[in-house]
């Protein structure tokens, strides 16, 4: 079966820690990969994507996320923190020509002042 | 942000009654989703649509059914709704083509007594 996996539940750092959140992937064939944003209280949003190409994307707010095929995962990465990045954060996956997404558990991402 | 509303927001109703949310969108899109976000499953599949009248089951499909007579509105509805159907519910659209993300509602929050 088709599964996406978070492996954090819940992180806790401080302002201007690194950050790094895991996503591992099952499927088949081509994938396109995603990562949303969920602030308290609000929907989601989406802070970067990966299709094709350069492997190592970039998205708003100073993300970056790398996809390593070999290793099935999507892998995001923010080098120093703000408390307003508290908030949390989904892996997604598709993999068919309907656009649906499997989406990890989410991690919970808290940054103290 | 993308035109997508959803109604009623905030909902709470009784076990057994019928339930329907609506997506409003003003994008024009083809492909509309209906997600439900539970803690520690993240966001799961209910239903999609990738057209007028052109409807299909995701993963938790249960208990839900949807209608879509025209292009902005994807209604889903509860048919006798269960207190493990107390839930947030997002919708989602998305462009034609591959190379799209889905952008999602503002969520509407059932709560099934």
């Known amino acids: 079966a088709q599964s996406v996996s978070q492996h954090n539940h819940h992180v806790i750092l401080s302002e201007a820690a690194s950050l790094e959140l895991g996503c591992n992937y099952s499927y088949g064939g081509t994938v396109n990969l995603f990562w949303y944003v969920q602030y308290p209280g609000q929907h989601l949003q989406l802070l970067l994507k990966?299709?094709?190409?350069?492997?190592l994307v970039k998205g708003i707010k100073g993300f970056e996320a790398e996809f390593i095929k070999s290793k099935f995962s999507f892998n995001l990465r923010k080098p120093s923190v703000q408390w307003s990045d508290t908030a949390e954060y989904f892996c997604?996956?598709?993999?068919?020509?309907?656009?649906?997404?499997?989406f990890g558990a989410g991690t919970q991402v808290v940054v103290t002042p | 942000d993308a035109g997508i509303t959803q109604s009623p927001r905030h909902k709470v109703t009784e076990t057994g009654t019928p339930v329907t949310l609506r997506c409003h969108q003003t994008e024009n899109h083809r492909y509309m989703y209906w997600y439900r976000q539970d803690p520690g499953h993240g966001l799961r599949l209910i239903h999609y649509?990738?057209?007028?009248?052109?409807?299909d089951k995701g993963e938790v499909s249960d208990g839900y059914s949807v209608s879509r007579s025209k292009t902005e509105d994807f209604l889903l509805t509860l048919e006798s709704a269960t207190s493990s159907q107390t839930s947030v519910y997002f919708c989602?659209?998305?462009?034609?083509?591959?190379?799209?993300?889905?952008?999602f509602g503002p969520g509407t929050r059932l709560t099934v007594l």
């Open positions: 989602a659209i998305k462009g034609e083509g591959g190379n799209n993300e889905q952008f």
């Open positions: 990966y299709f094709s190409g350069d492997p």
């Open positions: 997604a996956v598709n993999g068919d020509s309907w656009g649906k997404l499997q």
């Open positions: 649509s990738y057209g007028v009248k052109d409807t």
